[in-house]
């Protein structure tokens, strides 16, 4: 009984995986056919360099929205992160080993705060990440005067080393995505998250308390927002107090598109990784079309709210087959 539940779980699995990988297949088929240089190693590795930050928040958005969540700061605690690291080198002449590790506090900080005030008092977390948007976009600018700090090669290093063209923070992403698919799928603490999505009540009624659960899933995004906060520092050599807008969205339309359910209760490391790839792909292919910004966000918008409809009915059928 154990070997067939097992069988059919790794059957959904791999037809969902299966899904995207088709889709992301047939993107780039399209894109090679319409543009001339679009298919080439080259292209691959640029867009492989480019999406380590997009992929670290959105797995932790993953994280969040599994868990029936929300977390609209993502992209203003980037801000933040970065404007620490950058105020931490160049006004308080700190090392950038040192610097990185504030940065990361800070991070860690603020998924604590999104997370402690939604539990303590019970309220949605679109609303508290919402006043956190606003604060660490203050923060941001506060720290570093409005202005954009050029670090030059005091931070480069976590960007600049490779292996076989690929950058060091894609192999982080890369490995960070693995051991969040693990916990998610193979720990306990990973059941209990899903759980939680599902029916948060059972889970209290069972003797398991969610909220410290629910805390950590919260720090942990914080965590890895502030990781992509230094990656994105070191590749552009600079903090600027308005990196990161738009990126929660972005991170929510890959969770989605790799299937993660906004009501919660599922969710996928490695499907949302391949959303990612999706939009990349997409906004790249979007790019070598040479069409205007305003017809990128177009269609890239229009992609995601088919995803949304595809989710729709995908619960649906489940529901049904229930």
């Known amino acids: 009984m154990v070997d067939m539940i097992n069988s059919i779980k790794i059957k959904q699995a791999v037809t969902e995986y299966l899904g995207l990988v088709i889709a992301l297949v047939c993107l780039i088929a399209v894109f090679s056919l319409l543009t001339k240089y679009f298919f080439s190693a080259t292209t691959f590795i640029t867009i492989a360099n480019q999406i380590p930050s997009a992929v670290l928040i959105a797995t ?29 080198i160049i006004k308080w002449n700190m090392p950038a080993s040192v610097a990185i590790c504030i940065a990361i506090l800070a991070g860690a900080l603020c998924g604590l705060f999104n997370g402690a005030i939604s539990l303590k008092w019970k309220l949605p977390s679109f609303i508290v990440t919402l006043g956190m948007l606003e604060m660490a976009r203050g923060g941001a600018h506060a720290l570093s005067g409005s202005q954009t700090q050029y670090l030059g090669s005091k931070i480069d290093f976590v960007a600049s080393a490779s292996i076989y063209g690929l950058s060091l923070p894609f192999i982080i992403a890369i490995a960070i995505v693995i051991f969040a698919q693990f916990v998610l799928t193979k720990t306990v603490f990973g059941r209990y998250i899903i759980a939680i999505g599902t029916n948060e009540e059972a889970v209290r009624l069972s003797g398991i308390n969610p909220k410290p659960i629910k805390l950590a899933v919260f720090v942990f995004c914080g965590l890895l927002v502030s990781l992509a906060a230094v ?13 990161g807008i738009g990126f929660e969205l972005q991170a929510i339309a890959a969770a989605v598109i790799g299937g993660t359910s906004l009501m919660g209760g599922r ?56």
Do not use: H, W
């Open 267 to 322: 969710g996928s490391v490695i499907s949302t990784f391949l959303g990612v790839l999706i939009i990349a792909v997409l906004n790249s292919g979007l790019a070598a079309l040479g069409l205007r910004d305003e017809i990128k966000r177009l269609i890239t918008g229009a992609v995601i709210v088919a995803a949304v409809i595809v989710d729709y009915y995908r619960t649906r059928i489940k529901v049904n087959q229930k």
């Open 231 to 243: 990656i994105d520092t070191s590749r552009f050599q600079s903090a600027n107090p308005n990196a």
């Open 60 to 88: 932790g958005m993953t994280y969040i929205l599994i868990i029936a969540e929300i977390d609209l700061s993502v992209g203003s605690v980037l801000g933040l992160c970065g404007a620490v690291v950058g105020t931490a």
